[in-house]
């Protein structure tokens, strides 16, 4: 783990979170006594617009692992304006939790100082996340608060009452919501300043089914590098991996339960079954391991239906753009979503898409302009589907390239940075929010 000392010193916040609360309160009690109320702002620096001081954003992140999430998170801290803002991170999860820090080294170049807590998903691991995010807040001393995942909003949240007072809290929705959820976040919404989530059909939901007022919702769509994905940083990758296919399909995902890859590889048995499956067609899965029952599903999908020398399966890719290019269209088939990274990145290439409704791309893809739209976790759907796309001719799939990189170019990383320093702008401009504010 990287050591870092933009809380300093990290061992008094990270070490015992049970003595720091102890200490907390001690603390305050003995302050407030001895001072006044007033006195427990002392230190507590909150710069003007009018001085063109840096605002100090405290993001609060689950991992840095190689998902859609992560990457927005990581890519929004490292372009933000430093003129403006001085960025600091703090990872909850690490190897304890058995992921990966693949995004660290990008916060590093960009010189943004960050720290893993490394927590487990516990009851004695939340109260020591909850106990070293508020210590963080009170030692950094950050102007806003940003809780971009599940568990970082959960834990902002319920220690928003022991930081420090001015400390404005905005906080994330990046994936349609089950019951459950959507109850926790009709409570919690009202120790946040604003909630953000990335598509209309999450802010849809939230002012629906958890009450949320639409004054304190923002929607925020994913940033893209469409720059990045434009390019092809590898002309002879498809001549490589299959140089005899007439046509490649990829799919880029974790292998989870939100993914599901093993769907597609379902879907294409039952095309096979049927004798509906093109001889040429070549299928590339990449994407980080993180569920062995998920890959289990995938490799007995394959067995069972004989799709060896159909199915190829490759590691996580920093270069995920080059098989893209490789490919002819995309296949997202998750359970749920918000606004999935992997279909942008598809279109940025001019590639279309074939996506579930789950992953609620359907407004970005628009069915038959730039890609298509399959019924969620119904495999017989996904596989007629995908059948008219092997029955579309070479030029017509080309001749849909341009319109998809079009689309692309609506969600630009440049134009989401923008848009967050924006609100940042706004909630920081004011003063102390008032409670529920």
């Known amino acids: 783990m990287r050591s870092n ?13 049970a003595r720091l609360c102890a200490d907390f309160w001690r603390k305050l009690g003995r302050r407030a006594r001895v001072r006044g109320p007033d006195s427990l702002l002392t230190g507590i620096t909150m710069p003007t617009t009018r001085d063109r001081q840096r605002w100090r954003v405290l993001y609060c992140v689950d991992t840095l692992s190689a998902g859609g999430a992560e990457r927005q998170t990581v890519e929004l801290v490292t372009r933000l304006n430093r003129e403006r803002f001085d960025p600091r991170l703090l990872c909850l ?13 990008d916060l590093d170049r960009a010189r943004v100082p960050w720290r893993v807590l490394d927590l487990r998903w516990s009851p004695p691991g939340l109260l020591a ?84 007022p639409a004054r304190k919702l923002v929607c925020i769509p994913n940033g893209l590098d469409c720059e990045r994905f434009g390019r092809n940083p590898d002309p002879g990758l498809r001549a490589r991996l ?22 597609l590889a379902l879907a294409l048995g039952e095309l096979k079954r049927r004798q509906e499956l093109p001889g040429g067609v070549r299928v590339f899965i990449a994407g980080e391991h993180e569920s062995d029952e998920i890959q289990a599903q995938l490799d007995e999908a394959i067995r069972r239906h004989g799709l060896g020398g159909v199915i190829t399966q490759l590691p996580q890719t920093n270069q995920p753009e080059a098989l893209l290019h490789a490919a002819d269209f995309t296949v997202l088939a998750s359970l749920w979503e918000g606004l999935p990274n992997a ?23 628009g069915d038959g302009a730039t890609g298509w739209v399959a019924r969620t976790d119904d495999v017989p759907h996904l596989a007629a589907r995908l059948g ?25 990383m440049r134009r989401m940075v ?20």
């Open 388 to 412: 008219e796309v092997f029955r579309l001719s070479p030029e017509r799939l080309e001749g849909m390239r341009p319109a998809c990189r079009d689309r692309a170019g609506m969600y630009s």
């Open 93 to 105: 999860h690490g190897k304890a939790y058995g992921t990966s820090l693949h995004f660290a080294p």
């Open 242 to 263: 299959a140089p005899t296919a007439s046509c490649v399909v990829a799919m880029l995902g974790r292998i989870t339960k939100q993914k599901s890859p093993h769907l």
């Open 129 to 212: 996340g909850w106990a070293r995010l508020i210590a963080a807040t009170w030692r950094t001393r950050p102007a806003l608060l940003h809780a971009v995942s599940h568990h970082s909003n959960h834990i902002a949240r319920l220690g928003r009452v022991l930081m420090p007072p001015r400390l404005r809290l905005v906080t994330a929705v990046r994936t349609e919501y089950q019951p459950r959820q959507l109850f926790y976040e009709r409570i919690e919404h009202r120790l946040s300043q604003r909630v953000v989530c990335n598509s209309p059909h999450l802010e849809r939901q939230l002012i629906e089914h958890s009450r949320i």
């Open 343 to 365: 279909v942008l990145e598809s279109l940025a290439a001019g590639r279309p898409a074939l996506v579930s409704e789950a992953a609620n791309a359907a407004g970005v893809i």
């Open 5 to 17: 000392t933009f809380i300093a010193p990290p061992e008094a916040c990270v070490d015992n979170p």
């Open 418 to 437: 923008r848009r967050y320093e924006e609100l940042y702008e706004e909630l920081l401009s004011g003063t102390r929010p008032a409670p529920g504010a």
